[in-house]
């Protein structure tokens, strides 16, 4: 079993930063790939970055590609997703889950923390 806590969403203005956490319980966090995805209102979940194990791979959606960076440390058991140049339609709920596979499929993922809100005003 592998809980998931996200932290560190909030309200910023277009162009600003965020940076979020995601700290992990349990002594195998360093076996799971992570990954983040976010939720619109009225939207499906979709996925905005994944890192492997180890952290060597890290891939991410044409959305977000060159606005957000996602890295881990293996020894806080967290991962993090620094988001820059914030844009109003990053405006989601923010989802880490770990799985098993280095992957951007939903279905790939078994653990899932709770969320937290990013919202960006205009």
């Known amino acids: 079993q592998v809980q998931l806590v996200e932290s560190g969403g909030g309200l910023v203005q277009a162009g600003g930063s965020l940076r979020l956490s995601c700290t992990a319980s349990?002594?195998?966090?360093?076996?799971?790939?992570m990954g983040w995805f976010r939720q619109a209102p009225g939207k499906e979940r979709e996925f905005v970055a994944a890192?492997?194990?180890?952290?060597?791979?890290?891939y991410y959606a044409d959305s977000v590609k060159g606005r957000f960076t996602i890295s881990r440390d293996n020894a806080k058991n967290t991962v993090y997703l620094q988001m820059n140049s914030l844009k109003p339609e990053d405006t989601a709920v923010y989802y880490c889950?770990?799985?098993?596979?280095?992957?951007?499929?939903?279905?790939?993922?078994?653990?899932w923390g709770q969320g937290t809100q990013v919202t960006v005003s205009s």
């Open positions: 349990g002594r195998t966090f360093s076996s799971y790939a």
């Open positions: 890192i492997s194990s180890r952290g060597a791979r890290t």
């Open positions: 889950a770990a799985s098993k596979s280095y992957s951007y499929s939903l279905r790939d993922y078994d653990y």
